[in-house]
């Protein structure tokens, strides 16, 4: 057998299309066209919302992640402050209550250094009582027996004047003025009392 095959060269009829035949295949074209026109548009539309449905959540997770950090930090700073008030508080309460014992220390020797003036200490303790704006209504004025020694007994404050009376429960430099419906505090230790309290 012999490999020798001849080859014939093989003649392929043009078949000749028709008007219609080639409107026909015009207008397939362009439905085809159209069609994957069409299909494109919604892969990018399916692509771009694909796409801005992964950047919104990486957006909303970065919003979560900067969220909570600002928790942490608001939580951290909240107990910083919580630590720095429970650390000073108790000291400025204790530096203030001895400026305030040093304030009354020092208030109470001034007016016992005033108080060693007798006669000046007796007559500002009936200037106390009468100088108050009730003092007008003031018929008695108390006062320690020495300091209505001092004064000169009882009529030493003057005509139209209230009544001093001796009164032992006393110290020396207070008064009391007696009201129709009470009485009036003039004794010194009592008003820093009273002036200690109110601040502490």
Known sequence: MSNDVAFAPLTVPVLA????????MTAARARGYSAGYADGL???????AAWLAEAEGARAAE???????TRALATALRAAAVELREATVP???EAEATLVEAAFSLASA???????DRVAAARAAVARVLEDPAGG???VVRMNPADVALLGGA?????????????A????????????DGWLDGRIHAALERAKGAIG
């Open 63 to 69: 919003a979560a992640e900067a969220a909570e950090a």
């Open 17 to 24: 299309e028709t008007e219609d035949q080639q409107a026909t």
């Open 155 to 167: 009529d030493a404050v003057g005509p139209g004047a209230p009544r001093i009376v001796a009164d």
């Open 110 to 116: 001034v007016v016992g250094d005033a108080l060693s």
């Open 42 to 48: 919604r892969a990018a539309a399916a692509e771009q």
């Open 91 to 93: 000291v400025l309460e």
């Open 137 to 139: 209504a003031v018929a």
């Open 169 to 180: 429960a006393l110290a020396p430099g207070d008064a009391i003025g007696e009201l129709p």
